[in-house]
């Protein structure tokens, strides 16, 4: 079947950098997605990588290596703000999108 | 102002009473999405529509029908089959097809149906 593997739950402090990982096992790959989604709200586009290696955009960048069906998402100087849900998708070989679950991000002063 | 509406936020029904939650877009996007969300799960897609007329079941169809006679609209009717109809429902949509090479999709601000 088909999977997309994100942790639950991740802290960290304002200020600092958190790496959120995102690991994959789909029929065939036609580029990955992160979306932010805050509590109660719909989710907003971050990133798409379809090639290997980082995809850098402001304070998040994403990373790709499709050998190891991995990704992350880096976010640097955190807000406060950035206390949200972050969602990795993958389009397969059908081209319909495949969701994880989310991480959910909590950020602490 | 382009975007996605969906209405209404919060919707309550019975059960065994057919609902029919709206989706409309001014981006003049041909692809429109429909997902369910559940707590603690991934997005699922119900149905999806790349051009007007025409729709294609998604991994969870059963008990959803939908319709898209206009390219702006896509209306979702949540029948008294589907056995677990409460939950948040997303709307989506994008420019191209499925298969355009940068396929991002917008979404609407979501429709929280709860059947009591």
């Known amino acids: 079947g088909q999977n997309i593997d994100q942790p639950t739950e991740m802290t960290a402090t304002e200020g600092a950098i958190v790496q959120i990982n995102c690991t994959y096992q789909?029929?065939?790959?036609?580029?990955l997605f992160w979306y932010q989604q805050h509590a109660g709200e719909a989710p907003t586009f971050l990133s798409y990588?379809?090639l290997d290696g980082l995809e850098e955009k402001g304070r998040f960048s994403s990373f790709l290596s499709r050998s190891k069906g991995y990704s992350y998402l880096l976010l640097k100087e955190l807000q406060m703000k950035d206390s949200a849900s972050y969602l990795c998708?993958?389009?397969?070989?059908?081209?319909?999108?495949?969701w994880g679950a989310g991480t959910k991000l909590i950020i602490k002063p | 102002d382009g975007g996605i509406t969906q209405s209404p936020k919060y919707l309550f029904r019975k059960e065994g009473q057919n609902v029919t939650l709206s989706c409309e877009q001014n981006?003049?996007?041909?692809?429109m999405y429909w997902y369910r969300q559940d707590p603690g799960q991934g997005l699922r897609l119900i149905y999806y529509?790349?051009?007007?007329?025409?729709?294609q079941k998604g991994d969870i169809a059963e008990g959803y029908s939908v319709s898209r006679e206009k390219k702006e609209s896509f209306p979702l009717t949540v029948t008294s089959a589907q056995k677990n109809p409460t939950a948040f429902y997303l709307c989506?949509?994008?420019?191209?097809?499925?298969?355009?090479?940068?396929?991002?999709?917008?979404f609407g601000p979501g429709t929280r149906l709860t059947v009591l």
């Open positions: 789909t029929s065939g790959f036609n580029g």
């Open positions: 989506a949509s994008s420019m191209g097809g499925a298969s355009a090479p940068y396929n991002e999709q917008f």
């Open positions: 981006l003049n996007h041909d692809a």
């Open positions: 990588n379809v």
């Open positions: 529509s790349q051009i007007v007329n025409d729709f």
């Open positions: 998708a993958v389009r397969d070989s059908n081209y319909q999108l495949i």
